[in-house]
């Protein structure tokens, strides 16, 4: 029981996302009220490390002042305006600007929307688009992998390849393929050595463009490192084969850095990482730092040059949002990069890298970790009942869900995904925090043991 206006009335009034209704009814929210830096605190006051960075986006911090005096200056100044039919403001402008100046070589047309979804399924109809104006138009396919994640709308959730976000929901509703997720020590087979894996999978990838035809995909999209589900990162090689495979076959690549994108890797952008081009880039999250929705998809000049084309003949691009390139949404996206150059934040993540992982590696040797993955600062602590067989703890997902919560009550918020606990924190992060966010991971390991071991589980 709890005298609280705001919980009672929480539970009796919002639908959220991503949640047992049912269980919530019982529970409750966890309501937060504040930010201070990677902190944030809940209505008790109690203190948090958010280790995931609210949803893998928050890279300046909870509490930064010049984005909310960017957002307010630009409320007053013009709040809101559209950039349909040759319309324009200087923000979308100036961040467009910003963004092909930022992201790699030949990227150079960038298209705004509200969210990564939507920046997905602008993809999507972006390269449907192009196809049938090359009258290619039995190209529609996509490939993906399985436990990839594009999003939830109705084609970004086809391409998404996480069970719970098709079943019942009648999806996937696109033509989409999934391949098996680039995650070795998961998925590699008995006494396979990781170049043998990562050859098997890119025969995959030319076996399937084989048996349903080049002449039928348009697209391959992934995640250079995949995030929800469940921070696998690929192994060497995979990436410039999948790209290699693409260019021979005449589908195009599409790298979605929702998550990946400016600094998270410990380079500016996931691509650049694992040595690849693609000809479309998707970014979101840690473009606003998530204070205001945002995503952009930047085009290589050729996709760019073979729309317009087609938008020429047609006389217009039939796709865009009340809020695409949101003018304040814009505004608060130009200063977080500012920030994020000014304060080196990407090379902040590059420099704690190491004491990151290192930190977390070594929770590899804790009875109830299987594997501890990750690059920069982003990582994965995947948990087993048996380390030798890698079985996992029944019901699904259960020990994650369970080392999250004590987490919780240690002040650290990460997050669980299938049986992975998943680590994102903020990249204005210091060594200290470093420490501070592996010692509450720890104790709540220790904890999630105890309880395990009292439960008979282990
Ligand atoms: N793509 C990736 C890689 C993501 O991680 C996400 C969200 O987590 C999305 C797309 C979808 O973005 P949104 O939640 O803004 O629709």
Not at 202 to 220: C, H, R
Not at 355 to 365: I, N, T, V
Request: glycine share 10%; net charge negative; hydrophobic share 40%.
């Amino acid at each position: 029981e709890r005298p609280n206006s705001l919980h009672a009335s929480d539970i009796a009034h919002s639908m959220h996302p991503y949640t047992n209704m049912r269980a919530h009814e019982e529970k409750g929210p966890m309501i937060m009220t504040r930010g201070d830096g990677i902190r944030v605190y809940d209505i008790d006051g109690k203190e948090y490390i958010e280790a995931l960075a609210g949803l893998w986006s928050v890279a300046v911090g909870f509490s930064e002042t010049r984005l909310a005096d960017v957002a307010y200056e630009q409320l007053k100044k013009l709040p809101y305006y559209h950039s349909f039919a040759h319309k324009a403001h200087e923000p979308s402008i100036r961040l467009a600007e910003k963004l092909v100046e930022m992201t790699p070589e030949g990227l150079n047309r960038v298209f705004f929307t509200n969210s990564g979804s939507e920046a997905n399924d602008t993809v999507i109809k972006m390269v449907w688009f192009l196809n049938n104006a090359l009258g290619r138009t039995g190209k529609k396919k996509f490939l993906s992998r399985n436990k990839a994640y594009h999003g939830i709308t109705i084609a970004s959730g086809s391409l998404t390849g996480l069970p719970a976000n098709h079943k019942d929901f009648d999806l996937p509703a696109i033509p989409v393929t999934h391949l098996t997720t680039p995650h070795y020590w998961r998925f590699a087979n008995e006494g396979e050595t990781e170049a043998e894996f990562t050859a098997r999978l890119l025969k995959e990838l030319e076996d399937t463009i084989e048996a349903e035809g080049a002449d039928t995909i348009a697209a391959f999209i992934g995640e250079p490192v995949m995030g929800a589900g469940g921070v696998m990162v690929p192994p060497e090689g995979y990436w410039p084969g999948v790209a290699e495979i693409c260019r021979k076959n005449d589908i195009l690549l599409v790298s979605d850095e929702v998550i990946n994108g400016f600094g998270r890797l410990g380079t500016p952008f996931g691509c650049e990482k694992f040595g690849f081009t693609p000809d479309i880039l998707v970014t979101s999250k840690q473009l606003t730092s998530s204070y205001m929705p945002l995503a952009a998809i930047m085009v290589s000049d050729e996709v760019y040059n073979t729309i317009a084309d087609h938008t020429a003949k047609l006389g217009t691009f039939g796709h865009g949002f009340t809020g695409s390139g949101h003018p304040v949404a814009c505004a608060v996206g130009l200063e977080n990069l500012n920030i994020i150059e000014e304060q080196d934040l990407m090379g902040n993540a590059a420099r704690l890298e190491k004491p990151f992982q290192d930190g977390l590696r070594k929770f590899a040797d804790h009875p109830l970790v299987g594997e501890v993955r990750g690059v920069g600062l982003i990582a994965g602590v995947e948990l087993v009942k048996d380390k030798a067989t890698k079985e996992a703890f029944a019901p699904a997902g259960s020990m994650a869900a369970k080392v999250a919560a004590l987490a919780a009550e240690e002040g650290l918020i990460c997050r669980n995904v299938y049986e992975t606990v998943a680590l994102c924190p903020p990249l204005i992060l210091t060594e200290a925090d470093v420490t501070e966010i592996h010692a509450r991971l720890g104790r709540a390991l220790d904890r999630a043991l105890e309880w395990a071991k009292a439960e008979g589980l282990v």
